[in-house]
């Protein structure tokens, strides 16, 4: 197994992994010859989970993968410890990411090339701990199957959101979030004293294929655009999501399937997370959020 | 839920409309002590009541002018209460006080930054497309309507800024019989006025190690003074007939009387909101404290009244038993 790579965009790979600091602990990274994949979970059956992918030819340059399995390589680490070491790659003239041993435990170690005043140069290394998994247990971890989501809409500045459901948290445990195809999104929170519906409108509904039907199945009907498709999660999962940002991005689609999830998507361009359109050729990943509809 | 109008249906019984609803939650918040509070509608505008245990009584005082619109329909609550006599009709209903105050403060940003006094362009609602424009940062000085429509149906609250909307129901209760510390019922002894400022100081000098916090007016030097007695020792402060320290000077009755500290200290944010405060006791010994906040429309009134620890009275019959 071997993976080495000249990481070129390392403001993009910090901005990554900054995104899920506040998700969890520990993350996956998945490394194949086009793709580096990022995944978090937070709870298999009930929690939040992040599936993110972005393009290598993104991030690395001279990038070079190989293993038995695909060339593909999966390996468990700690979000902190990345963290710190893509910092300290800011702004530096050269750096390097490689799987390696250190004190026969595997790492992924970023070595970091600075210029002094006097002009040598000076090496860093950084080394993150990590877990190498198996085929097997790589392949038991799954992306969510979710159906078709019934409606699709630009979220709102992901800061109001935010701001309005830190005050609202304290009034219940779940939230119903819900959207229409007439760009409006609802969140409604209630106990026995209170209920608190909050209104976003003006925003942009994406068009999306009318779902195929299946042969001699009997289809349910759209409903009309006005009309509402409701996701009830957990409170503290949406709280989650809408955490993970440190500079809230704009482009944010959200997706709900009623009664199976509430799924978010981010675009991710070279140049970070505004881009001006979901078609962008700039687009080189995404993060995709999965937050299961509460059971009950 | 009830309550519900619908057009062309049975008038509203109450309904107000604010420009800025930061004035209101400022207001709330000096009695926000309590999760319940009673609170009387009347053409008059809104008075809003707590009381801890049947010792103290605060008051918020909302007068119809705070409001850019109030309307109170008298005649329906009339009907609804047929048995009021000729008292100037009012409504009375107990909601979750605590309730009330977060959700006008739904749009204050993040919790934290909710003391800051940042404020939107104009007090209009700005309805931009959100999703696309300029920095939708919601900064709390949204707009409001309130209504309600009499026992039975939900308190409503609607906030708008920058074309988000937020409309909150909350239940509302029969009010409780409310604790008997009517101040009116026993002439005024003593009153005086002072510059919030100074007893703000005072207040700070107070040893929260104390169980009760003195007070003595007298027609002599010292005039007024604040005293506590705590675990380290005591505190005393004095002051002076000096007009610019005291103002309205009245006293009758010589007397010294005490309150619990920690119940007397509930009125701290409304001593810190107000530029002055009156100070009243009456001859059973309660004590009144009027704060004069000075809001966009003339002044606002929040009170404090307590009951003494001991009154002087009965002190004197327990040494003759």
Same mark, same amino acid.
């Given at each position: ?5 000249? %990481? ?5 790979? $910090?901005?990554?992994?900054?995104? !899920? ?12 010859? &086009? ?12 929690? $939040? ?33 990345? =963290? ?32 002094? @005043? ?24 799954? &992306? ?8 699709? !809409? ?18 219940? /445990? ?12 609802? $969140? ?5 004293? %209170? ?15 009318? =779902?195929? =039907? ?19 999660? /957990? ?6 999501? $809408?955490?993970?940002?440190? %500079? ?20 991710? @361009?070279?140049? @970070? ?6 078609? /962008? =050729? ?8 999965? !937050? ?5 | ?31 926000? +002590? ?16 707590? #009381? ?26 009339? #009907? ?95 009010? #409780? ?108 010994? +309660? ?35």
């Amino acid at each position: 197994m071997r993976f080495r790579a000249l %990481v070129t965009n390392a403001n993009l790979l $910090l901005r990554v992994v900054q995104s !899920i600091d506040k998700l969890a602990k520990s993350a996956i990274l998945k490394l194949t010859p &086009e793709k580096l994949h990022i995944i978090v979970i937070t709870d298999v059956d009930s929690g $939040l989970q992040l599936w993110s992918d972005v393009a290598v030819n993104a991030l690395f340059g001279d990038y070079r993968i190989e293993s038995a399995h695909g060339n593909e390589i999966y390996l468990e680490f700690s979000i902190e410890n990345l =963290q710190r070491a893509l910092r300290s790659a800011q702004g530096a003239l050269r750096t390097t990411l490689k799987l390696t041993k250190k004190q026969g435990l595997p790492v992924l170690s970023l070595v970091i090339v600075n210029q002094s @005043g006097t002009g040598r140069e000076l090496t860093l290394s950084q080394d993150v701990p990590v877990r190498v998994l198996t085929p097997q247990q790589m392949d038991a971890i799954r &992306e969510p199957l979710v159906p078709d989501s019934q409606v699709h !809409i630009m979220m709102p500045p992901l800061n109001s959101v935010r701001s309005i459901a830190e005050r609202i948290k304290s009034m219940g /445990d779940r939230v119903a979030v819900s959207a229409n195809g007439e760009g409006e999104v609802t $969140l409604r929170v209630s106990n026995d004293l %209170v209920e608190i519906t909050t209104f976003f409108r003006g925003l942009e509904n994406l068009a999306y294929d009318t =779902q195929p =039907q299946d042969a001699g199945g009997v289809a349910s009907p759209d409903r009309a655009p006005a009309e509402f498709y409701t996701a009830v999660v /957990d409170m503290r999962n949406f709280l989650r999501f $809408l955490q993970s940002y440190h %500079v809230a991005p704009r482009n944010i689609v959200c997706c709900i399937i009623e009664h199976h999830a509430l799924v978010f998507y981010v675009y991710i @361009g070279s140049a @970070g997370y505004s881009v001006g359109a979901l078609n /962008d =050729q700039t687009t080189c990943g995404s993060l995709t959020y999965f !937050i299961p509809v509460r059971q009950v | 839920m009830a309550g519900d109008d619908a057009a062309g249906a049975a008038p509203a019984l109450f309904s107000a409309r604010l420009n800025n609803i930061r004035p209101l939650v400022n207001m709330l918040r000096t009695i926000g +002590f309590r999760p319940r509070a009673t609170c009387a509608i009347s053409s008059s505008g809104l008075v809003f009541t707590v #009381e801890e245990a049947q010792s103290i009584v605060a008051q918020a005082y909302l007068r119809t002018d705070l409001f850019a619109a109030f309307s109170y329909n008298a005649a329906l609550a009339r #009907e609804q209460s047929p048995d009021a006599g000729d008292e100037e009709p009012t409504t009375y209903v107990a909601l979750p006080l605590d309730n009330l105050i977060e959700c006008m403060m739904l749009f204050y940003g993040p919790s934290g930054s909710s003391g800051s006094s940042s404020s939107n362009t104009g007090g209009g609602i700005q309805s931009a497309a959100l999703g696309g424009g300029g920095a939708a940062d919601l900064r709390g000085a949204s707009t409001a309507h309130i209504a309600f429509n009499g026992l039975g149906s939900d308190f409503e609250l609607m906030l708008e800024e920058r074309g988000v909307i937020s409309v909150c129901r909350m239940a509302t209760f029969l009010p #409780e019989a409310a604790a008997d510390l009517d101040f009116s019922r026993s002439p005024v002894v003593q009153q005086l006025i002072i510059r919030s400022e100074w007893l703000r100081d005072a207040f700070s000098e107070l040893d929260p190690t104390s169980e009760a916090v003195g007070i003595a007016i007298s027609s002599t030097a010292p005039y007024f003074r604040v005293s506590t007695m705590g675990d380290s020792g005591s505190t005393e402060m004095t002051y002076s007939k000096d007009e610019r320290v005291l103002d309205s000077f009245f006293c009758s009755e010589e007397q010294e009387n005490r309150y619990k500290l920690s119940l007397v200290l509930r009125c701290r944010l409304a001593l810190a909101l107000s530029d002055k405060t009156k100070i009243r006791i009456n001859q059973r010994g +309660f004590l009144s404290l009027q704060f004069m906040i000075p809001t966009d429309a003339d002044v606002s009134f929040v009170n404090f009244l307590y009951a003494p620890l001991v009154h002087a009275d009965e002190l004197q019959q327990q040494q003759y038993q």
